[in-house]
């Protein structure tokens, strides 16, 4: 069983939280602040994926289910991009691409691993997201997404902090000349 | 393995980490060459942390996507200015590069934090200082711009290599004979300047002078002449640039740091070959 995680991931338009585009963190800031209320031992990203690497084990037990649903998702629509297989230096660059080239990958059907987190997004709406940190574990990128069918969070959804991969249709918004919020629509979420 | 590979390089962002990162791997090791035997190893780290400050100025400035501008200009001054030779100077040299290297420093990092343009200082802080993905995402604009300054440095280093060794080697005599020394001390500070400015890419700022020294000192290890040298260090350079780079997509570590680890393990082999021939 999980430890509830009470960490409360800033979300907000693309995630994107480094330092290479500034303008867009720029208006970030302008947004409301997500409330963040950190227990001690889980304030940091990189508490947040340890206590997901010490869970394996139960995420394990899981998988078998997991991995028929995905393959389900999978025939119905080939995927156009799956950056699964990449480490997540990879991941968090291909992502990062993704963020800052938003137009050569509208409609394509997207494959991404990372750990679940819930935020608000520009609209001021509660949004899910997947989260993608680098190697150093100082920046991070993610991408929200919509989870096709009717699920209720929290009841539905997996802890904060979960090791998850999501497949979707990507679409994103333009929200001023530097700041774009980019999402997977009719997504599937499966839990690593 | 190989097709982990293939599926790697269908990425453009992974092709480009690794077209920049020869090139810049390539540019540095000639010029580390030179800084090495002229004894000026430690202006690498100097101007890259005026580097880093410059690029502090241009985040407060607001000028994000042409941060170049502000970056190249202000490290080439510093750089023509550490490599003046003036003898009435109240300041040595070393004090000098010191003194810089740590103000720029801590000026760069007081202005991102008071001047803060960003969500995550430390992630900014972080990126450039260490340049944990920053090869990895570049745009086409910034390899193009990469690939021109390569060709141009490494074209310099071809055409002007015997005014090089002449004034690496022993100065005075080089102006002795009539040579430019002043201009050719320029170009060097020049070249320098703008090959720490695209490093601050590949293994961020504070770990440039790794990628200057490491391979320089290496080849001395087991190579004589200056031509062979510099041909083995731009090898060694590269092969670690390769190595780090993949390490690091495919272990998911720091790039810079991966590729400085590599540097120091050549480094090692190549001082206990050393030993091991005499």
Redesign the interface.
Known sequence: MKKALKVMIVLFLSLTACGKKEEEIQEVEEEPVVVATPEPEYETIENLITENETEEDTQEEEEPAAEETRETAEEERPLDLDITFMSSTAIYSAVYNMIMNPEEYVGKYIKIKGFFAVGESYTGEEMYGCIIPDATQCCVQGIQFLWKGDHVYPDDYPEIGTNIIVQGIFAYDRVDEYTVAVRLEDADMFIE | MME?LM??FS????RYAFIVGVLIALCSSLLGVILVLKRFSYIGDGLSHVAFGAMAVS?VL?I?QQKMFVIMPITVIVAVLLLRHSSDSRLSGDSKIAMISVGSLAIGYLLMNTFN????I???????L?G???I??L?IEEVWLCIILSLAVIGIFVFLYHQIFAITFDEDFAKATGLKTEFYNFLIAVIMAVIIVMAMNLVGSLLISALLIFPAISAMQVCKSFKMVTIVSALISVICAVAGLLF????????GSTIVATDIIAFLIMFIYGRMRK
Not at chain 2, 11 to 14: D, E, R
């Open positions: 982990l599926n790697y990425y453009p962002f992974v985040m607001g994000v343009t960003s969500a995550n430390s992630a900014d802080v972080c990126t450039t260490f944990s993905t920053s990895l995402t745009s690091s997509i495919l272990g998911a570590t720091p790039v």
